[in-house]
């Protein structure tokens, strides 16, 4: 399987959005929505303190009726920050969102925010090692039987 630093190269963006920990969760799910993505990595001055995902915001800001413009991201985000390395293999990565329940990883290295990686991400990796594997097997059937 894949290691992270090879997902983070396929992927389209290469970009890594962020909010601000005292940024409201409305400009923070505006910024969501206008870049399409479920995540913010969220940060408090340099230090990265957790992660704002599109379920904090229904939850906690929502259900629990807190108005969006008037909440600070800080407020709902999930924290502390779970992260990967970029040394990080697909498996791991999905064992950690599995156990943690998230859906987005922070990748990190040498204290440097590098990337993100969605549970798309790694899916779209896994469905693509798939299909390699069995274009090799239909290559070596199509072998033996010509
Ligand atoms: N075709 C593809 O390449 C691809 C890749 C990932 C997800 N998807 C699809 O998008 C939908 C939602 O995906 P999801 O649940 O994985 O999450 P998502 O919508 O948050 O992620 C979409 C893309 O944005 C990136 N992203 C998210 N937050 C980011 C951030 N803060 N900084 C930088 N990049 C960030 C992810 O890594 C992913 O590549 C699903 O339907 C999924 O299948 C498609």
């Not at 963006?13 to 969760?25: F, G, I």
């Not at 990595?41 to 259900?63: P, Q, T, W």
């Amino acid at each position: 399987m894949k290691k992270v630093a090879q997902i983070l190269k396929s992927k389209p963006d290469q970009a890594v959005y962020t909010v601000a920990s005292s940024t409201s969760v409305f400009d923070a799910v505006t910024l969501m929505a206008e870049k399409n993505i479920g995540a913010l990595v969220v940060l408090d001055g340099e230090a990265f303190v957790g992660i704002l995902s599109e379920r904090d915001c229904a939850r906690k800001s929502l259900l629990s009726e807190r108005a969006p413009r008037q909440t600070a991201v800080r407020d709902i985000m999930t924290s502390p920050l779970q992260y990967v390395h970029p040394s990080h293999s697909n498996e791991e990565c999905m064992a950690l969102m599995t156990d943690k329940r998230l859906r987005h990883l922070p990748v990190m290295e040498h204290g440097r925010l590098i990337g993100v990686v969605s549970i798309g991400d790694l899916v779209k990796d896994i469905i693509s090692e798939q299909g390699f594997i069995i274009e090799q097997l239909e290559h070596y059937i199509a072998g033996v039987r010509g």
